[in-house]
């Protein structure tokens, strides 16, 4: 079964800051790896996806994330925070095989302070 | 291109009553999901269904929650009676044939007393 692990609970960064978000995944094969933000009351947004390829990935609002087959792991990256980004950001795991079932992290929240 | 459609966006009931929620996918869109996301949580899968035919409720507690999509567009999840523990944002999802990740709409959120 595929699953995912984020293992920051809750990151504090300070404006202008670098991020980096950890996402580790578990499944048999290469998967679809995303990563998705939701801000207070709201629902998710689509960042950035990973289907094939190149294994960094650009994504809207300035974040990326790469992908390393030999770490499991999809981390995302943004060179330089900015307030709006306060949010909650998840991490999914897509079964590439049969239909597309895809698993979701826990999730880490991100505060920013000026 | 309209987004994915959900109503009600909040809803507040005692327990045992019964409640029903209702989402529009994006047009075109085969795969529609259903998630449960509990405050503090990731989004769980309910239900996904494939055109109009399930494919995965393997975590549907079915004693109590049922869904349908019928002609393969809009769906419905119901919950019947509900319990305390069902309070939650149920989150509508869809998803084209091909695998383009998939695009959520806004919630319902839930509230049992």
């Known amino acids: 079964a595929q699953s995912v692990t984020q293992p920051d609970i809750h990151i504090t960064v300070s404006e202008g800051a670098s991020l980096e978000l950890r996402c580790n995944y578990s499944?048999?094969?290469?998967?679809?790896l995303f990563w998705y933000v939701q801000s207070p009351g709201q629902g998710l947004q689509l960042l950035l996806k990973y289907f094939s390829g190149d294994t960094l990935v650009q994504g809207i609002k300035g974040f990326e994330a790469e992908f390393k087959r030999s770490q499991s792991s999809f981390n995302l990256r943004k060179p330089s925070v900015h307030w709006s980004d306060a949010a909650e950001y998840f991490c999914?795991?897509?079964?590439?095989?049969?239909?597309?079932?895809?698993?979701f992290g826990t999730g880490t929240k991100l505060q920013v302070i000026p | 291109e309209a987004g994915v459609a959900q109503s009600p966006r909040y809803k507040i009931i005692e327990k045992r009553q019964s409640v029903a929620f209702w989402c529009n996918p994006i047009?075109?869109?085969?795969?529609l999901y259903w998630y449960q996301q509990i405050l503090g949580q990731g989004p769980k899968l309910l239900i996904q269904f494939q055109n109009n035919g399930v494919v995965d409720d393997s975590q549907l507690p079915k004693d109590r929650f049922s869904a349908e999509r019928l002609k393969g567009v809009d769906s419905t999840l119901k919950i019947q009676p509900a319990k305390l523990e069902d309070s939650a944002v149920y989150l509508c999802?869809?998803?084209?044939?091909?695998?383009?990740?998939?695009?959520f709409g806004p919630g319902t959120r839930l509230l049992v007393l």
């Open positions: 499944y048999g094969a290469t998967p679809y």
């Open positions: 999914a795991v897509g079964a590439t095989g049969g239909y597309q079932k895809v698993t």
């Open positions: 999802a869809s998803s084209p044939r091909s695998s383009g990740g998939i695009y």
């Open positions: 047009s075109g869109h085969a795969t």
